[in-house]
């Protein structure tokens, strides 16, 4: 990746807007007119913000233009003609099924940066979040949801699979069997269910979204920020480590916690 990646028209060609305020970078989805829909060139772009995010930063939002947060794949993708210029998915049949599958790869590096642990990713999400949406707002640490947000997996409708890294983390918040429902029959979820069973942080009106999310980047960032990302990274690892591993990850942590404050408080 290079810094050309993150030009603005690239950006714009991909329908995402990138400010960065110090600890915080927000990403906007800016495609309104077609509810924040998305093409692979999204999912590049993504990936480049990831790859070249400022050092300093410690806070990434993702938020939608307008009413929704993103419809998912923007239709004009299962066309023979695709989208603004973009080759079509009908197109990527043609690649051999390693070429294939090298390229997914490569959208789904533009999800998978959000779970660093050296920064902590919310999604701000009022309206729809469906399909790719759905999946962006599952890669973020976070979800702040607007009372009117409804989430839906909708690839099984489309005969294909959530493959934008969406399928762990919504099993790891909701279950085995929920998971399965909500993606099998491609149901909407919303906000008031997403609370109840644990896709939500937490769910506010419409019109205090903006400020419960400024509320919480500024929590984010007022402790020592080491503290934050050692225990992202301590309860990333306890989903997967047994007791005696996690105690020695625990011990390791706080080691490296003392010697930070120590050599701070030398200063």
Not at 145 to 167: F, K, W
Not at 215 to 240: M, R
Request: include cysteine.
């Amino acid at each position: 990746m290079t810094s050309a990646d993150l030009h603005p028209d690239v950006l714009e060609r991909a329908g995402l807007r990138l400010d960065v305020n110090g600890l915080v970078a927000t990403i906007t989805l800016d495609r309104p007119a077609t509810k924040n829909s998305q093409t692979p060139a999204t999912w590049l772009a993504l990936r480049a913000i990831g790859a070249e995010l400022d050092p300093g930063v410690r806070v990434v939002v993702v938020r939608g233009e307008g009413d929704s947060f993103s419809s998912g794949l923007d239709r004009k993708m299962l066309t023979p003609e695709g989208a603004d210029g973009e080759a079509s998915l009908l197109q990527l049949l043609e690649m051999p099924d390693g070429e294939l599958a090298d390229t997914i790869a490569g959208y789904q590096e533009g999800f998978t940066w959000l779970r660093r642990s050296d920064i902590v990713s919310i999604a701000a999400v009022q309206g729809h979040a469906i399909g790719a949406g759905f999946q962006l707002a599952l890669s973020c640490d976070l979800r702040v949801l607007a009372e009117d947000a409804m989430l839906s997996m909708r690839e099984t409708m489309l005969g294909l699979v959530p493959d934008l890294t969406g399928t762990k983390p919504l099993v790891d918040l909701v279950g085995y069997s929920r998971a399965l429902e909500i993606c099998a029959t491609a149901r909407w979820v919303g906000a008031d269910e997403a609370r109840e069973i644990g896709l939500a942080t937490a769910v506010v009106p419409r019109d205090e979204l903006d400020e419960t999310v400024s509320d919480l980047v500024a929590a984010l960032t007022a402790p020592l920020y080491g503290a934050v990302s050692e225990t992202k990274s301590l309860l990333q690892s306890a989903a997967v480590l047994d007791l005696e591993d996690q105690r020695r990850a625990e011990r390791e942590a706080q080691v490296r916690r003392f010697r930070e404050l120590a050599a701070l408080m030398g200063d």
